[in-house]
């Protein structure tokens, strides 16, 4: 096989991929793993908190508070796109709220944010979801 046909093949598979991405996810799922602005570890974050979920996937949380207000917000994953995309999104949707208005954020309504996912893929927002809320709550022992 030369280089030609193999960059073809190549491409051939990469649309494949694409096309079934579409099939399956959200334009926003899609657009949030594939650029997470937010993710990362930050230097010296005020409160920090990770979970380890039944699927395996871990995520880790960081926050830097400024008077119980949320002014900056990471989170790390070594998990799956959709894992990606529940972290990204739900660091956007924290920054700029309060603590007692970041605990308020369920599960269902980062569904909403990430316009859904499908159901076996649903656990990766209940993982984000139960991360930020075990920070905050361990925050609020401080």
Known sequence: MNNDTFENLLKQLQ??????????FSKTVIEEYKNPTNFGKLNN?????????????????????????ISVARFWTDGCGPSIACGNMLTKMIIGKTVDNAMHITSSK??????GLPEDHQHCATLAINTLHKLLKESDKR
């Open 45 to 69: 974050p005020n409160r920090t908190g990770s979970l380890k979920g039944p699927c395996g996937d871990t995520m880790r949380i960081d926050l830097l508070l400024n008077d119980q207000i």
């Open 15 to 24: 649309k494949k991929i694409e096309y079934e991405e579409q099939n399956i």
């Open 110 to 115: 980062l569904l909403y944010a990430l316009d």
